[in-house]
């Protein structure tokens, strides 16, 4: 069972409202088993909520695509409209906290908290 209530998470991130409690529950969990609260201090709820979003978001969208991986779009067309995209090369061990908003929030907290780029 999660520390953060359910209600607290949603409060910051409504948009997860349809989400189900229990799967929210699942990755407040495994969030808070990856941020230290002590290294994190006052920014420590914070982090955990962003990382939470961020694990939620890439279930959601594996899910929605029938266990795909996850590709960013480079283009796309309607009629005679085609727009291109810059597409980001993604490296290293936190490149896919860059495929979400909310994993840019928790890089953006973790850089804050003094805590650099994770090496394996």
């Known amino acids: 069972m999660p520390t953060f ?9 409504p948009e997860f409202n349809e989400v189900d ?3 929210i529950d699942l990755f407040l969990s495994d969030a808070e088993m990856e941020v230290s609260q002590s290294r994190w ?4 709820q914070r982090g955990v909520l962003a990382l939470t979003a961020h694990l ?16 960013n779009l480079a283009s796309e067309s309607a009629g005679e409209l ?7 090369t993604l490296t290293g061990t936190d490149a ?3 495929l979400t908003a ?11 908290v003094g805590i650099g780029v994770m090496v394996a």
Do not use: I
């Open 21 to 23: 409690y229990t799967k």
């Open 102 to 112: 909310y994993g840019q929030e928790y890089l953006r907290l973790r850089k804050l």
């Open 41 to 44: 201090g006052k920014l420590y």
């Open 82 to 88: 085609s727009v291109s995209y810059a597409v980001p």
């Open 56 to 71: 939620l978001r890439l279930s959601l969208w594996t899910t929605e695509g029938g266990g795909g991986a996850n590709r």
């Open 96 to 98: 896919d906290y860059q």
């Open 5 to 13: 209530d359910t209600d607290v998470f949603l409060e910051r991130y």
